[in-house]
């Protein structure tokens, strides 16, 4: 909230409180010209009279014990922008809450603390404790099944393009990664001309389909691939876990496998974000989300050839 917004917020409460004060004393206060209290004139049926008595005095002292009462909060709790001289915030209210849950979890949680995750994973209760997490925090992204989506990976298959041993997963999910894939379609058309770009896509298909036979297409590709993609690809396009290049050999696209897709990828690049999980859930609830994690894909017993390992 702005500091504008703040004060007009306060213009609105004192001029409904300076309302109420004047409202309780017009009805309060009574002039010589007025009718007594019995004496109003207005009789209905012979017998039903309207009189003009004021509040109790007690009862309107209550009232201004609620007016005295709101100015007292207001100064005391702030709106907006102005604090108060209470110095009360529901950001820190949040804070000092969430820190006494924690402290509780952690307290709860201890028996997991430390454990490596593919030892927790071996735990009936632990990984009972990480679906629950993983359901609360990480399903909107990955899928309440970590099946993911377009963009999110599956966590369910074998292919982890930072590194699929626990200590690398658990790194990833404690410390969070940052994917760049940087728009090359202009670079490469300064290249390898108007065509580069699709001749580019002919030759990563084809990493992945061995068996096609190479047309002109992906010969031309395969040049442009060696002098821009190699760096971070490969020369076999194995990927490189280190900078979370993925393998373009093993037929698993993030994005897709569309032209369309691969053509959106190269002209316009990838951002790719993994939150940092650690300062929020803390370091065991951390490690019971990875080993519910691990449970979900089978683990290759060596990595592909020619990739770059990370560990």
Known sequence: MTSGWTWYVIAIVVLNLVGCVWLLRGNTRRSPSDPRPDETGHVWDGDITEYNKPLPRWWINLFYITIVFAVGYLLWFGVGTFHGYGNWSSKKELALDEAAENARLDDALKLYAGKPIDVLAQD???VAMGRTIFINRCAACHGSSGHGATGFPDLTDDIWHWGGTPHRILETIQEGRQAVMPAWGTTLTAQGGPTAVDDTIAYVLSLSRPDQPKDAATERGEKLFATICVACH?????????????????????????????????????????????????????????????TLSPHKDAPPAGAVVAE
């Open 234 to 294: 490969g020369p076999q396009g194995k990927g490189n876990q280190v900078v979370g290049a993925p393998d373009l050999t093993d037929n698993y696209w993030l994005y897709g496998s569309s032209k369309a897709s691969l053509r959106k990828t190269l002209n316009e690049g990838r951002q790719g974000a993994m939150p940092a999980w650690k300062p929020i859930l803390g370091d065991t609830r951390t490690r019971l989300v990875g080993a519910y994690v691990w």
């Open 124 to 126: 009936p209760g632990a």
